[in-house]
């Protein structure tokens, strides 16, 4: 939300509980953004690609202008590369990259988003991205650095292994374990690198 | 649930097929915290089949005596029964005085007598040790049983079938007799278990034709004579009789929060089951349970390597993780068509005796 109101991105989506909205609405006004609450969804535990109706969640758009709202979908800020990837998947996305084993920045590395851990707000359209690097990069500004240390060190690498519908998702301290699209093949996709260009 | 404690996680022997060989070739456990141990054993669960505490390894021998021993008085002061799991190759009199003490029931992991016990080898991974040196080991062990036994301790036994003592006919006619002997020494109960080999060793897995041949031999032996109280294949009777499943394995596992397996690991944090840890890393206990191999399991049929629409699934669960094929804990187990043909032979016998006899639901617990 913040890079919206720098002027980073045009327009960025959040889910909050109402009591969160509460709180965050008056933060928003004061930076003359605008507000909308696209739509209402069941309360929000863990990790989820899609949302059902129900009450506990509200998923809250922002952007500096009205207009911006009206498509928020498109000013979003993410590269077209990836948007236009998002458009063409049918499966899990992480998928795609079968038997990459990739030297990848973790500022472009999606495979701990499970547990919110993440420095690119988005599922980049290749492990190579250069544009979701520097989205991440940018926006990783905004945090605090310790954590961001933290953050790209567990990044660092992580190998997502899944088969038969359940994902294996291997950090040096930890693993989750998931479901996923059941496939028939043992996918396994494992990105490790340093930052480039940070310590 | 058993509650395990590892004290030591490391061990004096080096046995093909052993499912800590990547624990403890990885390394890195975490050291001994007497107090913290005490702790965790103080506060683990302790209904039903959780009651007793059982004292696991690695080997559990290799704990310095004044500790096991404050680990006995300790569980004896919250008023539970206690087990040892170990391989009797090293049981000093002052251990066993100890065991005798704290009335420690005994299990042991015997594969036979002297070359049918040829994969638990002598010496630990990596160092090379001789036929003659591990016979001599194994005589040891047998001779460390009956000491055991001559002092009045309660002993039973492990055995993994593998092609060293179960791959020819000659060699499981030996296997028996040597049980049966053991058996009339007073050695009370038996488990077998089919060897699951997922490290580089020379391979004695038994093939998948001869685990099946081996599994129903061993069942019809089981059942021919009441003396016999072998494991597995008493508790699949009971499985199908709608007792509560009996064996782990055939329970639905969560392999990241194993209900077989209550382990405290030697720092006194929680673990499990080491079975399914085919790289070597000792995962923490996960705080709830989640059934996402035995739901992939039951959505794939048969035919693709699934369990879907077996009519076993019930009484099997898609067997141990620590089975899985391939090595992977997600799959079902390898040896799925040697469970099977045991509950087809006990459903063949029962049917036989009462034809109107369908296999009970198992009761939940």
């Known amino acids: 939300m913040t890079s919206v109101a720098d002027g980073q991105r045009d327009a960025a989506v959040a889910n909050f509980s109402p009591v969160e909205y509460m709180a965050f609405l008056p933060w928003a006004l004061e930076r003359k953004l605008k507000v909308r609450v696209l739509r209402e969804t069941a309360a929000l535990d863990l990790f989820s690609h899609v949302t059902e109706p129900g009450e506990g969640n509200l998923v809250v758009g922002v952007a500096r202008y009205e207009s911006d709202l009206e498509t928020i979908d498109r000013n979003l800020g993410y590269p077209l590369c990836c948007v236009e990837a998002h458009w063409t998947r049918n499966v899990d996305p992480m998928a795609e990259w079968a038997g990459v084993h990739a030297t990848a920045d973790p500022f472009c590395n999606p495979l701990l988003r499970y547990v919110g851990l993440r420095l690119c707000p988005h599922i980049p359209c290749s492990p190579h991205c250069q544009e979701s690097s520097k989205l991440g990069r940018a926006l990783a500004g905004y945090l605090d650095q310790g954590v961001v240390a933290r953050v790209v060190e567990l990044l660092s690498d992580v190998t997502w292994d899944s088969y038969r519908g359940t994902a294996i998702v291997t950090a040096r301290p930890f693993r989750i374990i998931l479901g996923t699209v059941p496939l028939d093949e043992r996918v396994v996709v494992r990105m490790k690198g340093a930052a480039h260009g940070a310590r | ?365």
Not at chain 2, 179 to 192: E, H, I, S, Y
Not at chain 2, 309 to 318: E, I, K, S
């Open chain 2, 1 to 365: 649930m058993t509650v395990e404690v590892l004290p030591v996680v490391a061990c004096n022997l080096g046995c093909t097929g052993c499912y800590e060989t990547a624990v403890f070739e990885r390394g890195g456990a975490p050291k001994l915290d007497v107090e913290k141990v005490k702790t965790a054993i103080s506060e683990s669960p302790s209904e039903g089949n959780a009651k007793a505490v059982g004292f696991h390894g690695g080997e559990a021998t290799l704990t310095p005596l004044p500790v096991l021993e404050e680990f006995f008085k300790h569980v004896r002061s919250l008023g539970r029964p206690m087990t040892i799991q170990t391989n009797a190759v090293r049981v000093p009199d002052a251990l066993l005085d100890l065991l005798v003490s704290y009335k420690v029931q005994v299990g042991t992991s015997l594969n036979g007598p002297a070359d049918l016990n040829r994969d638990r080898r002598a010496l630990p991974h990596g160092r090379c040790a001789t036929d003659a040196e591990t016979d001599a080991t194994t005589a040891q062990a047998e001779a460390n049983i009956g000491r055991m036994l001559a002092r009045g301790l309660s002993v039973s036994n492990i055995i993994v079938l593998s092609e060293t003592n179960a791959g020819t006919s000659e060699a499981l006619t030996r296997l028996v007799q040597w049980v049966d002997r053991l058996t009339d020494l007073g050695v009370k109960r038996w488990r077998f278990i089919l060897m699951t080999q997922d490290h580089g060793e020379s391979r004695v897995e038994l093939s998948s034709e001869r685990a099946v041949f081996v599994s129903k031999v061993l069942a019809e032996l089981a059942y021919a004579d009441t003396r016999r109280k072998w494991e597995p294949f008493m508790e699949m009777v009971g499985n199908l009789r709608g007792h509560r499943i009996g064996s782990c394995t055939q329970a639905p596992c969560d392999p990241f929060h194993t209900d077989g397996v209550y382990a405290i690991l030697p720092d006194g944090s929680l673990g499990n089951c080491l079975r399914p840890a085919k790289d070597g890393v000792l995962t923490a206990r996960a705080p709830t349970r989640e059934f996402h191999r035995q739901d992939a399991l039951q959505a794939l049929p048969l035919t693709d390597g699934g369990c879907g629409g077996c009519q076993w699934w019930a009484w099997c669960h898609g067997g141990c993780p620590g089975e899985g094929t391939d090595g992977d804990w997600r799959n079902k187990t390898r040896h799925c068509s040697a469970i099977t043909a045991v509950y087809e032979l006990i459903k063949r016998r029962l049917k036989g005796m009462a034809p109107d006899w369908t296999p009970a639901e198992y009761a939940k617990p």
